[in-house]
């Protein structure tokens, strides 16, 4: 039995894209096209060099960052709106809408074939949750534009990506849920994160039993700039587990009591859940050893049926455009430990079932 494993998402982009993005001032000015194609190209050749049995394109086309990519430059935004609570998004703010009705000016599904052509195994494919986006809506509400109506709007926008992904062959699509963790700190009630869940649910019961199979959320249970934060697993775990999706993906390697919230996981999951653990830390240029994961993933597997059990990377390696905390072949070699480390601890549990 080989554990499955799956990379997060975003890896560092070549220093020439990063820099010609600067100089253009515009992430989608034609001129950068050659490089784009290079960058993912090069993506994932390396990813096959890892052995990685799924891998993504790096979200190496993402303008700016995972969070805002689908809504840079909408005509009906101003600038001044909710500020991004990452270090790593060093004072980024979201816009904020000033009319309807909410369209995307860009959909993760746009560049995913040209993607699929240099792939030679699945390609997953990760996209904004609907909760994030929910916070372009001003507090104040719009003049002749009710939240009710941007709901929809978003809910629509939201469905219509994901399921264009699903429809050229994505082998999966994670939805990025970076906001949990957020919710928590801003409202200990539980209330905020409650009503993120919600929303989130509402729009995955627009899908079929059979396309919700092929859905995961990454929950990030980092803080600013990608360090560890207080987390409080006991309010998380249970409300995450509400979504209506099979595979989670939840960075918890940096977390001092793993132990704890691998049973709250064991406590809180269903039937089919397949919990996909991180085993690496981008936070952390230090590089982990194959025999670190190895011991991670037993770890976990005394507590989440291997059947059940998966691995993964706390979190992308550069959830922002210009992000080098790691380099990009350090992100590459943290993957190669991840896959090495994942290889052998299937060795021993399938042993074990001997």
């Known amino acids: 039995m080989l ?24 992430g989608s000015d034609p001129s950068l096209e050659p490089l784009y194609d290079a960058a993912v190209r090069d993506t994932i050749e390396c990813f096959a060099a890892t052995r990685s049995p799924v891998i993504s394109d790096g979200e190496q086309r993402k303008v700016r960052n995972f969070w805002t990519y689908s809504i840079e430059g909408l005509p009906n935004t101003l600038p001044d709106g909710f500020k991004i609570p990452l270090a790593a998004a060093r004072g980024r703010r979201m816009p904020r809408l000033t009319g309807g009705p909410f369209r995307y000016s860009e959909s993760a599904d746009q560049h995913l074939g040209h993607a699929l052509s240099f792939a030679r195994v699945p390609l997953k494919q990760a996209v904004i949750s609907p909760s994030a986006m929910s916070l372009v809506y001003p507090d104040e509400g719009i003049a002749g534009y009710s939240r009710e109506a941007f709901i929809e709007d978003l809910l629509h ?24 963790n957020l919710a928590l700190r801003l409202d200990r009630s539980g209330v905020l994160l409650a009503g993120f869940v919600d929303l989130n649910n509402l729009a995955l019961s627009r899908f ?10 990454h929950a990030c249970c980092l803080g600013n700039g990608l360090a560890v934060q207080p987390v409080d697993f006991a309010a998380l775990i249970p409300n995450l587990f509400q979504l209506n999706v099979c595979s989670f993906y939840l960075g918890i390697s940096q977390q001092v009591d793993r132990p704890a919230i691998l049973k709250l996981i064991r406590q809180h999951m269903k039937p089919d859940h397949r919990i996909f653990i991180g085993v690496t830390a981008p936070g952390d240029a230090r590089i982990e050893t194959a025999e670190e994961v190895r011991d991670r993933v037993l770890e976990a597997a005394r507590y989440i049926p291997p059947e059940q059990l998966g691995t993964t990377d706390d979190c992308g390696f550069a959830p922002f455009f210009d992000d080098q905390a790691i380099s990009r072949d350090g992100a590459f070699a943290k993957i190669r430990a991840r896959i090495q480390g994942t290889e052998l601890a299937s060795a021993i549990l399938a042993a074990r079932d001997h």
């Open 208 to 217: 079929s039993d059979g396309e919700r199979e092929h859905l995961g959320v």
């Open 3 to 26: 554990l499955p494993t799956e990379p997060i998402g975003s890896i560092p982009r070549p220093r020439a894209l990063i820099d010609a993005i600067n100089v253009c001032g515009n």
């Open 157 to 180: 926008e939201h469905v219509r990506e994901v399921r264009s992904c699903l429809d050229k062959r994505a082998y999966k699509v994670q939805i990025d849920f970076v906001e949990a």
